[in-house]
Nanobody
Framework: QVELEESGGGLVRAGGSLRLSCAAS?????VGWFRQAPGKEREFVAAVDWSGSDTIYADFVKGRFTLSRDNAKNTVYLQMDNLKPEDAAVYYC??????????????????????WGHGTQVTVSS
C-alpha cells in the first residue's frame, strides 16, 4: 500500500507558475498527474517513469509543464508555467501498481487504477 499526498496548489494569475508535489509513503515506479475540472471527467496530464528519464505529456500542456522526481525523497514534481484559466482543476497524483510504461498510462488514463492522492486545487484567474 502506497499513500500519495499532493501539495502546491493555489491561486495564480494567468501566465503565472505553480509547482505541485506528490509525496509518496514508499517507493513508486511510474507516477502520473491527472486533473479534473468541475463537470468534466478526470483527464491525463503527464507521467514520468521510475528513473525520471522517460516522460510523456498531454498535448495541452506540452512546453508549459515539466515533470521531475527525487527518488531519495519519494517525491514527484510538476512544474506548471504559463498557466491558463483552462488549467484550473483539482490535480491528482497517481501511481499504478507494478511497472507501467508512461505511454500505457497516457493511453489508459484514470481507468488504470492504482494509488491516488486526494488532490490539490489549482485556480487560475484571467
Amino acid at each position: 500500500q502506497v499513500e500519495l499526498e499532493e501539495s502546491g496548489g493555489g491561486l495564480v494569475r494567468a501566465g503565472g507558475s505553480l509547482r505541485l508535489s506528490c509525496a509518496a509513503s514508499g517507493r513508486t515506479y511510474t507516477v502520473g498527474w491527472f486533473r479534473q475540472a468541475p463537470g468534466k471527467e478526470r483527464e491525463f496530464v503527464a507521467a514520468v517513469d521510475w528513473s525520471g528519464s522517460d516522460t510523456i505529456y498531454a498535448d495541452f500542456v506540452k512546453g508549459r509543464f515539466t515533470l521531475s522526481r527525487d527518488n531519495a525523497k519519494n517525491t514527484v514534481y510538476l512544474q506548471m508555467d504559463n498557466l491558463k484559466p483552462e488549467d484550473a482543476a483539482v490535480y491528482y497524483c497517481n501511481s499504478p501498481r507494478g511497472l507501467v510504461a508512461v505511454q500505457t498510462m497516457a493511453l489508459a488514463g484514470p481507468t488504470l487504477g492504482g494509488y491516488w492522492g486526494h488532490g490539490t486545487q489549482v485556480t487560475v484567474s484571467s
